[in-house]
């Protein structure tokens, strides 16, 4: 059973920073592509980063330069340093992953597994 459970929300400033983890158990980190969507209230779930198993990433446009992800196969965890937050960042943050390379990142149909979500909110 794959479970993907996610930590590290709450409540910041507009400039601030965050840093959301996922720890995934039932399934060593090794061999699966990783990321994050988010979805804000009436808006459609998007893509923010992935990271390959071999430390490949891709980000959304909108966080280039503030964002970062990395992730540690032995701990089989990902993490999300959010920096110079925005009130547009406020949403709900999905650590998600898939078996094998990243081959479609942006789709979220390409992921198998989901975490729960846990809440951002930037406030101006």
């Known amino acids: 059973q794959v479970q993907l459970v996610e930590s590290g929300g709450g409540s910041v400033q507009a400039g601030g920073s965050l840093r959301l983890s996922c720890a995934a158990s039932g399934v060593t980190s090794i061999g699966y592509c990783m990321g994050w969507f988010r979805q804000a209230p009436g808006k459609e779930r998007e893509f923010v980063p992935s990271?390959?198993?071999?430390?490949?990433?891709n980000f959304i446009d909108s966080v280039k330069g503030r964002f970062t992800i990395s992730r540690d196969n032995a701990k089989n965890s990902v993490d999300l340093q959010m920096n110079s937050l925005q009130p547009e960042d406020s949403a709900t943050y999905y650590c998600?992953?898939?078996?094998?390379?990243?081959?479609?990142?942006?789709?979220?149909?390409?992921?198998?597994?989901w975490g729960q979500g846990t809440q951002v909110t930037v406030s101006a």
């Open positions: 990271i390959s198993t071999y430390g490949t990433t």
């Open positions: 998600v992953a898939v078996r094998g390379n990243c081959l479609r990142p942006r789709d979220q149909s390409a992921f198998q597994y």
